[in-house]
């Protein structure tokens, strides 16, 4: 005992132990885990495929307008065709090329919203009662994820920028509907709508609306994250992950919650409301009027 | 109809008044009284009785309804917002909506009824003006008529703001800051309104107050003085058979206009019903609480304030800054001008017509809007400038919608706001112009029969027949103008009316009104083969 | 309805002929009913406008048809009014009353539903009720001179003068004028009574909370009160708000401590404020404001110089704000000038700064912020 405790004195010693400790602990993960070490040889090797898919996949849809190392291109009098894609991140290139803005067709006021190409196409029915049909689509859906993944991985790989958040902050159950509301109506409505469903900006561009199905919470968090086109950026220190969930699970309960008083005229508010009220309240009305003080019945005309 | 006297109970209840209060002369008067019969002299009828329906639906909602500001934090069966603070009047009306049975069918139906409130009065004044319903001696009930309707605007700015969501607030918060603009006085009219700066604690209240009291106490006012000089003066009829100047042709209000009225009292109640049941209005849950830094898109006034909200709009940014002053032309003109014009130009407009025309004759037949080309043109000149900014109170929808610039539907409204209403001028009057022409055609020569004829010498025409009974006299009731007395007679002596710059400028309007009018008269020079080849069709007339 | 004398000074029934009055009087007796047997062909051909009293045309066959009809209806009515007293009753209130929103759809349904089809099939019913089965006849109407002969008017006119003569209002100015002396200000005396609606503008619209704030952070020895994200309070660093074309809805920290709760909306109404990160090689900033802004990060007055919407639609392509309510658009990147819309000033600017690596503002805004008034200058 004394021994030990002399030699806990040495200078070495503590060098000596910690030098130990590693040995052990490569010693424990050498003899336990030999699989795993050629798992991530193996996975490396594929992580590079990936990265070559991805990259294949760029230059054939995207490197015409963004370029062929994404640095962005200029038309000839120097005016932005296309940003650098350098840093935008994985975030921004899921949410353009998932909602199909990406690859864009032509230059308008704005990108809309469209199906997406079908290499990238992940929200494909898959459930066919065809087996065959069901396992063909299922292949389709599998590859198209997987492209979308590659895509975003090379993307990230060109600069590193925001990561697509994982599917837990994005659960709309999670949310503090009441903050996700108040938050909404302070910095998104004035754009989307109470509820939603959009709105007009200048020069033609429009906010889209958010009260679809296909817009999904995935999507609505790296909207707000990466600002994509005019929308203004919230980046995960100015509204938290757990405010944006906050307000992921007002936009879902929102679109989720049924009419109560009847059909919702597409809830946009007193314009719809008032046509309503003159073509269908006045108009029925006007048919009543005429009906009350319309002239005999026909068959009567002639008696 | 028997001669028997009426059951017991009847006459029991009206003898009991009648020796009290002498009724019976009055009832014996009244109950044959003849109401001619239009589809379009319903059009009021919808906006009396959705006043009934606001007055007892409003009722119910004062009931639960706590017109309060203070602040509290909702925990009641609305999920959404449970934990979020909000004023008792936002929480309130979640309750009648969540937790009131039939609360929200009335509160729907409150609301579609004020909707139809406004929408009727509009419609009914629309007719009144283009038959001419409103010359001597109705004058006075087209103006009853105007106030009632901006009586309405702001009995419905209020209404819609009680609830205090996100969506009236900011309605408020634009009341206020028009409000804030009006020189002098602007500041000050603020702050007494509001009890302090925006928004306060006092606003809903005084608000309350003002809507379920006072306004609804001067409308129903308006309303019965307009009911009561209808009766007395007699409804209007349509210019057809048996409608003179004298005499009034149509069936009597017992029972049968009385049967009338009230199926459409039921058909009020109905359809107002109707949309209460199934389409939803002011889902004030959907907006949330008032919060003066939220706001959303598309935030909308109902329709009647709509063209308040666009000219607003679509208004360039005029203000004068001087001597430690500023005067805001850009919140000033909007607020006050349109409208202004509208209204004021509506209740002046009976008096200049008349100055005009140099008609001081009293009417009881409408006249057909092809009959008076000025009139009609001007109305439609006020309905186009009144639907544009109507339409541009709503341009950042219409620019959503349709995807066109937000910048350029304002400078489409800017410039069509002013060309519209001359545009719809012209055009109106020259359809008025020709529907003359062709009424003076069928009247001269006669309907088209499509009888071909040969004559002996071989050649084809069509047989021309006289129009109908009936449709030759809605076609005469036309007045044709008369050239008035020239202004300066063979002696150079000017006429009464025409002296002065006054009288110069009536004497020119009058020309202007009457200049291009199609004379429309039997006996024209019309093809007499045509007319007495029809002569065959002629009625027996009573 | 005592006003009636004079319109219906004889009676108009059409069997009736009326009592002879003064001029005019004559051709009251009315038209419109004789005999229906003389008549029937005439009206059947002769209908102007006869959208009632056909009954008698009608065979007792059809007649009846038509009564079957419009029992039917008025028993759909009936029913429908029935069934909404019982889903009232029976289950609008089941499992402890109706809340929320599924409950208050249903319940709306039923209500609305049954209620509407009542009245509508009742409203049915007695249209047809009068269109096929009444048999009354149109019947014709003297329309009255509504203005009074020569001399009723001269009479009254005399009566009036009379009247006036008698009372001694005309005789005696000194009386009439002390007695419109005496109503004058009784007229003014309710515009008194209005005014403890509200206080004086004063200086009120002049500051805002940010004024207090800065002062308050300023006797603790700091240099200006921090920016709190509206709806979260949680103050903002710099780097926090860094990315370029981030945009948040801030307000002056401690509004919620400080100011008394009935005060904190009225408050927050003028202190509200958006906060900008404009790329810094785009900003221009204005004259003597050069430091008011930390590379690009500006903060404006979200109330629009307008009418007072929150100017809060911020595009960080072309970095325009606009107010959603009137579309005045203001650039964010020049001091917020206005570039299109009916507003005429610019949204008024923060003095922002750091401290601590948070972002503060260093004073009041320097101009009232809002729609402009007369005083404004």
Known sequence: MKRITAWRRRPWAGYAVVLAALAAIGVVYAGFSPQTERA???????????????????????????????????????????????????????????????????????VPRKEPIPAFDTSIKTDYEDPKEREHAEKQKAQAEKNLRDLRAYVQSLGLGPEV?????????????????????????????????????????????????????????????????????????????????????????????????????????PVSEGLAGWLIGIGLLVLAAMWITAKKPKKLKKS | MSDTTAPKAIEGTLGFIDERLGSTTFFRRNVKKVFPDHWSFMLGEIALYSFVILLLTGTFLTLWFNPSMKEVVYDGSYTKLQGVKMSEAYASTLRISFDVRGGLLMRQIHHWAAILFMASILAHMLRVFFTGAYRKP?????????????????????????????????????????????????????????????PGQDIIPRLYMLHILLIPGLILGLVTAHMMIMWHQKHTAMPVKNQTEKKVYGYPFYPVFMAKTGAYFLFVFGVVALLGAFAQINPIWLFGPYDPGAISSGSQPDWYMGPLEGALRIMPNWEISAWGHTVSFNVLIPAAVPLGIIFGGAMAWPFIEAWVTGDKRQHHVNTRPRNAPVRTATGMAAVTFYGLLWLAGANDVLAERFHVSLFATTWFFRVTVILGPILAFIVTKRICLGLQRKDADVIGHGVESGVIMMSPDGRFSERHEAPREEEKIVLLSKENARPEAPARDARGIPAPGAKGPIGHLRSRLNRAWTFDDVPVEEHGHGEHEAIESGSDSEQVKR | MSDDNKETAGPEGPREGGEPREGGARRERVLGTPSPAREKALLAEDDISAPAGVGEQLDEASMKRAERIVATLFMVAFAASVAFIAYFIGWSGRDGGMHGVVRARESNFWLGGTMALSFLAMAAGVTIWVRRLMTSKPIVQERHELAADEDTRAAFAQDFMEGAEDSGITKRPLLRRTLLLAAAPLGLAPLVLLRDLGPLPEKRLRHTYWGEAVKRAKSEGKKGVRLVVDGTHRPLRVSDFASPGSMITVLPEGVEEHVPEDEVLTQNAKAVTILINVPEDRFKPAKGRENWHINGIVAYSKVCTHVGCPAALYEQTTHHILCPCHQSTFDATDAAKVIFGPAARPLPQLPLSVEDGYIIATSDYHEPVGPSFWERG
């Open chain 1, 40 to 110: 991530e040889a193996k996975s490396s090797a594929q992580a590079a495929q990936d990265l070559k898919n991805g990259q294949e996949l760029f230059n054939k849809n995207c490197a015409s307008c963004h370029g062929l190392n994404a640095e962005g291109t200029k038309d000839a009098k120097g005016k932005p065709l296309a940003p650098s894609l350098i840093g935008v991140g994985a975030a921004s290139v899921d949410f353009q090329v998932s909602t199909g803005r990406m690859p864009a067709m032509n230059p308008g006021a704005q």
């Open chain 2, 138 to 198: 109705r004058e006075l009930n087209w103006i009853i008529g105007i106030n009632m309707f901006m009586l309405g605007m702001l009995e419905g700015l209020f209404g819609y703001s009680l609830p205090d969501d996100l969506l009236s607030g900011t309605g408020l918060r634009i009341t206020q800051g028009v409000l804030e603009s009006i020189p002098l006085v602007g500041a000050y009219g603020y702050m007494f309104l509001f009890g302090g700066e925006f």
């Open chain 1, 165 to 269: 958040p994982p599917a837990s902050a994005v659960d709309p159950e999670g949310g503090d509907v009441a903050l996700g509301g108040k938050l909404f109506r302070t910095n998104c409505a004035q754009c989307h709508n109470f509820t939603g469903q959009g709105g007009a900006l200048t020069g033609g561009k429009y906010a889209p609306p958010l009260s679809g199905d296909d817009v999904t919470p995935t999507q609505m968090y790296e909207a707000m994250l990466t600002g994509p086109q005019a929308m203004p950026v919230f980046n995960d220190t100015t509204l938290t992950p757990k405010e944006k969930q906050a307000i992921i699970a007002y936009l879902v309960q929102t679109r989720e919650e049924p009419n109560p008083g009847g059909n919702g005229l597409g809830r946009i508010g």
